[in-house]
């Protein structure tokens, strides 16, 4: 199928809205208009439906490998989950071993990649700084396309870097003129905390919580946006979980600062009485930074409106309870971080942020595709117009459902939005033109 006409269109773009036809031809949306009568070999009647640009969530872990195993959504099942849900590209991560030059982990991610059903682009993670990184940044970037690195200012023991180390990468990507993305965490810090809650036998999930204080974490966006300011590189601050580090970024932004951020769908509708419960069910909360105050998790929103947040992405990263998580049952720290939810942005966003009256639709749009696009150079995405790829989602405003592991598609076995309930859908999910759901 080659051809598909969309008619009776409302179309919401992050910067207009307007009722028309669309016809897509080979992959790209060829022509709109408000009326238009041509042969197509499909024909989709969108009257009484939202019809928005495909998502991009620009954070996911699919088939991160661990030493629990790897992530349970690899690139098959995790891109399945994510055009059920109105997702049509996922940015993903390289992450090297130690001592992998950068440009093979890459070439090797863009392989394992091939098996996703949505696009697929990756922000790269120097996870050491050796006398070939300068050399291997400017290759990804000159040769591969690469337009976003990734850096840790946690898990030291593994991924992340010193600051030393930081401040190289930040000065090279600069100089390449691309952007960084940072975990922001004082990882010296966590890590004595996490140890000296397991010495006073404090093993339980709500310690996970209380070894990874706000402080922490503003900490470390406060230390980015230093060397931001004195560097020159921007940056994109991922999976922002608080009050203070929002206080920072705006000031910072305010002062001229080439700072974006990001936050995700856990810190706006979850608070942290999550770890107050038992293992079973506080295990799968077990995620970095954690779930929040509710005071948090209103003035997150409060920096969505304002534009101090561009982007929500998912983070996702599920691991099973069985086998996975529940490896941790006598110590928090050895439970893997991460939960998914690459199915349920649109939906959750749709109803607990538009239909709560919090974000207009094009807000919605904005954080959902639009910024992801200009942000991370998507040059042909995140927008209805001519021209653009035809990644596109008819949005039903009136279906209702409950979100549950019994009828996910994200492969595991629990689901930290279990119990919520959700109105509007992805009816039509069109990815280059072509219709996948
Ligand atoms: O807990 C999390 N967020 N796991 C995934 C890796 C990361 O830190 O983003
Ligand atoms: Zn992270
Ligand atoms: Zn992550």
Redesign the pocket.
Known sequence: MNSILIKNCNIINADNQFIGDIYIENGKISKIDSRLSLNADKIIDAKNKYVIPGGIDP?V?LN?PTNVGNSSDNFLTGSVAALRGGTTTLIDFVTPKKSQSIVEAYKLRVEEAKQAKTNIKLHVSPIEYTSTTEAEMTELVENYGVKSFKI?LA?KNTVGLNDDAIVKVLEIAKKLNVLVTA?CENGDLVEYMRNNFIKQGNTSPLYHKLSRPPEAEADAVNRMILYSKFIGTKIYI??VSSRKSIDLIQQAQKQGVKIYAETCPHYLLLEDSVYEQDFQKSAKYV??PPIRKIEDRVNLWYAIKKGIVHTVGT?H?PFNLKGQKDIGINDFTKIP???GSVEHRLELLYTYGFLKRIIDMKKFVEITSTNVAKIFGLDSKGIIKEGFDADIVVWNPDFEKTISVKNHYQNCDSNIFEGFKTKGIAEFVIINGKIAF
């Open positions: 954070h872990h991160l840790y898990y975990h991922v999976h995620l970095s983070d990263c971080n991460g939960a």
